[in-house]
Structure formats: structure tokens, C-alpha cells
């Protein structure tokens, strides 16, 4: 029973395509966060939902966004993919105030 | 939002402690302080977090000085399983912006 999952675990795909990447989470947490990994291993939040409402908006390209349908999923649609989003992209869930996030296993994405 | 400075590597062996320092001179007030550690090709695990003198769990431990501009995580009796990247974060748990700056950690490397 994983506590955070995401889906795919990897994924390749062409430059210009539209892809999206899903989040699941069954800890009862009330926030879920998506965070991108490049290369360099540096780790990046990009968005921070709270009870289906966005909180955090880093500054990433509007081709990036987060939907939530509930409080448990927070998924992550990118619309025409470049190169530079080639990453690993990491969901993470925790309940406000207890300062301890859990990962997911993250998402390769490659984009060729 | 304070940032973190760590050392980018570091070796020891089976059976040693290992203290990985890290640097946070602009901590605000009411931060705390948090460590999480990577292994490849998973998302960070959370290991543990204070917000002055000392905190231990059954996995480390952490020292905060008075002035908390700087703090020290523990690994007692490393084994090669530690071999990981470890992230110093400082940040407000409760704030509804909860967001942290991850630094590029520390690579730990445990030799037989």
C-alpha cells in the first residue's frame, strides 16, 4: 500500500507532445506538492496544492499545470514539451504543520 | 526563505559516524530544520528535524547550537546502505507557504 504513487514511472516522448503525469495519495494528507529533479539533481518545487486550491506557483512556464480533482491526487499536465523539461518530476504529500513531506517514487520523463 | 550550504561529498566507512554539517546563516526565527535523504532513483525519505539543541530518532540524530546558524546531522555506525544524498532544509512548517529551498545535498559515500 504505497503512500504516495505516481504514474508512469517513465516516460519518453517527442518534442511538441502533451503529456500528463499522475499523483495519488492515501495518507489523508491535506497538501501534495510537485517538485522537478534535473540533471544536476537539484530539486525545484514547481506547485503546492492545499485542500484544491494552489498555494505555491514557482515560476514555471505556463505549459505546466497542476490539476486536482480531490484532495488526494495532484496531477501534472505539460503541454508541448521541450528538451529542457526532460527531468525527474517527484510528487510529495504532507499535512500543514508537521514539516515532513513523502515522495513518490517519481516520473522519468524524456523528451526527444 | 533561508538557504542551506553543505559540503557536496563525502566518504567514510562501515561502522563510523558521520556528521554532515550544514550552513543556514539567514534562518529565520521561526524555521526549522529538516534532513532528508535520497537514494537513486527514489524520492527523498525524510529522516528527521528540530529546531534547537538537540534531536534524536532511531536513525539520527541532530544538533542546532544556540544560534542556529549552522546544524549537524548524526549517522551513527554507518552501514554501505547510507550511501545516499543527504538535504539540509530550514523552513516554516506551518506557514500556508510552506516551501523549501533544496540545495544540491551531500553525496555520502560508504566504503567496506
Known amino acids: 500500500d504505497t503512500a504516495v504513487s505516481q504514474t508512469p514511472k517513465y516516460l519518453v516522448t517527442q518534442m511538441g507532445n502533451d503529456k500528463s503525469i499522475k499523483c495519488e495519495q492515501n495518507?489523508?494528507?491535506?497538501?501534495m506538492y510537485w517538485y522537478k529533479q534535473d540533471s544536476k539533481k537539484f530539486l525545484k518545487i514547481m506547485f503546492s496544492?492545499?485542500?484544491?486550491?494552489?498555494?505555491i506557483n514557482e515560476t514555471v512556464p505556463n505549459r505546466f499545470s497542476p490539476k486536482s480533482p480531490d484532495k488526494a491526487h495532484l496531477n501534472l499536465h505539460i503541454n508541448s514539451l521541450e528538451l529542457g523539461d526532460s527531468a525527474v518530476y517527484f510528487c510529495?504529500?504532507?499535512?500543514?504543520?508537521?514539516?515532513?513531506?513523502?515522495f513518490g517514487e517519481g516520473s522519468r520523463l524524456t523528451v526527444l | 526563505l533561508a538557504k542551506t550550504t553543505q559540503p557536496i561529498s563525502m566518504d567514510s566507512y562501515e561502522g563510523q559516524e558521520v556528521n554532515i554539517t550544514c550552513s543556514h546563516n539567514?534562518?529565520?526565527?521561526?524555521?526549522?530544520i529538516t534532513w532528508y535523504q535520497q537514494f537513486p532513483s527514489q524520492g527523498p525519505r525524510f529522516i528527521i528535524q528540530?529546531?534547537?539543541?538537540?534531536v534524536t530518532n532511531e536513525v539520527a540524530s541532530l544538533f542546532i547550537p544556540a544560534d542556529r546558524k549552522s546544524s549537524t546531522l548524526s549517522l551513527p555506525r554507518v552501514s554501505l546502505s547510507d550511501t545516499a544524498v543527504y538535504y539540509c532544509?530550514?523552513?516554516?512548517?506551518?506557514?500556508?507557504?510552506?516551501?523549501?529551498?533544496w540545495g544540491a545535498g551531500t553525496k555520502l559515500i560508504i566504503k567496506p
Open positions: 528540530g529546531y534547537k539543541t538537540k
Open positions: 495518507l489523508g494528507h491535506d497538501t
Open positions: 510529495a504529500s504532507t499535512s500543514r504543520g508537521t514539516g515532513e513531506l513523502f
Open positions: 496544492y492545499n485542500n484544491k486550491e494552489l498555494i
Open positions: 539567514n534562518i529565520a526565527t521561526n524555521d526549522y
Open positions: 532544509l530550514v523552513g516554516l512548517p506551518m506557514d500556508s507557504n510552506y516551501q523549501l529551498i
